[in-house]
């Protein structure tokens, strides 16, 4: 994904003038070339998160849509004073694009890892959020962020990838990827194929979802109504973080809600992507015991 939003950022600053990119090195070799198209709107600040996301907020005053990127740790987290100020309270717009998310570099230890970067931004008003689930979608949906006028988007990148990528174009609602009626389970960006596996068999209805915020309500209540009001939230970051979302859209509606994803335990073993997706119990085997548990 982070080549892909390499190569289609590059295109869009030669084609639109009002786009501007700043980096904190993260990244940096793979914008050179375009550094050396635009000088005055590839503009790195070095390893200074803060500036980085003040200086994206400074461009959006001018007029520019600026596209700000480093690792999620150190693009929401680091800097979420000027996140908060910088962008929301002067009202302005741009787009964050985050990489190595929740343990997309364990190598990188706890610094580098970023799960409750998506609860966090819920704590702020106005942001759109996108979780690609594969590079296709990636790029459709930074083509749309980088299109969307002023407002305030967040692109999470990851370094996990769906086998083939569903949510391309303008639609942002989720799609309903299998239909059953025991129980609904939404999977989120690059948790799809492991719930497809973990699902094979059961009788439940699976929504994807690749844009978060806003929560898509109005599918999750058409699912429940030709299902049970039973729910299953699969994301790729802290688990619970779209519970309450789930909820309010369920308001009127008597439900349970099982939010799974990423645990709030620090594991203080650098191991692989895939062992520690495991310890958090999102591979498609753990998936499988913790859904039909709750579903029955």
Aim: proline share 5%; no cysteine.
């Amino acid at each position: 994904m982070r080549e892909r939003f390499i190569s289609v950022t590059s295109r869009l600053l030669d084609e639109d003038p009002r786009l501007a990119l700043v980096l904190a090195e993260i990244t940096m070799d793979g914008f050179r070339p375009a550094q050396r198209r635009h000088p005055d709107r590839v503009i790195n600040v070095g390893i200074r998160e803060q500036l980085l996301i003040g200086v994206g907020g400074g461009l959006a005053l001018t007029g520019l849509r600026p596209v700000v990127h480093t690792f999620a740790s150190f693009l929401v987290e680091r800097p979420f004073e000027q996140v908060k100020l910088d962008f929301g309270h002067q009202d302005t717009g741009g787009v964050l694009v985050s990489s190595s998310a929740s343990y997309d570099w364990p190598a990188g230890g706890y610094t580098h890892m970023a799960p409750g970067d998506v609860a966090l931004l819920d704590t702020l008003d106005g942001w759109t959020v996108h979780v690609p689930g594969h590079p296709d979608e990636a790029e459709a949906l930074l083509r749309h962020a980088y299109a969307a006028g002023d407002d305030r988007v967040y692109v999470r990148l990851s370094q996990m990838s769906n086998a083939a990528p569903l949510a391309l174009g303008g639609d942002l609602r989720f799609r309903t990827v299998r239909e059953g009626r025991a129980g609904v389970v939404l999977a989120v960006g690059p948790m799809l194929d492991g719930v497809l596996a973990a699902t094979e068999g059961l009788d439940v209805t699976v929504l994807y979802a690749a844009t978060v915020r806003p929560f898509d309500d109005d599918a999750l209540r058409a699912a429940v109504g030709r299902a049970t009001a039973d729910v299953v939230l699969v994301e790729p970051y802290l688990a619970g973080t779209s519970a309450a979302e789930a909820g309010q859209a369920l308001i009127d509606v008597p439900h349970r809600v099982l939010p799974l994803g990423v645990g709030r335990a620090e594991l203080r073993r650098f191991g692989t992507i895939a062992e520690h997706t495991a310890a958090h119990g999102l591979d498609a085997a753990s998936l499988r015991r913790r859904i039909t548990a709750f579903l029955r």
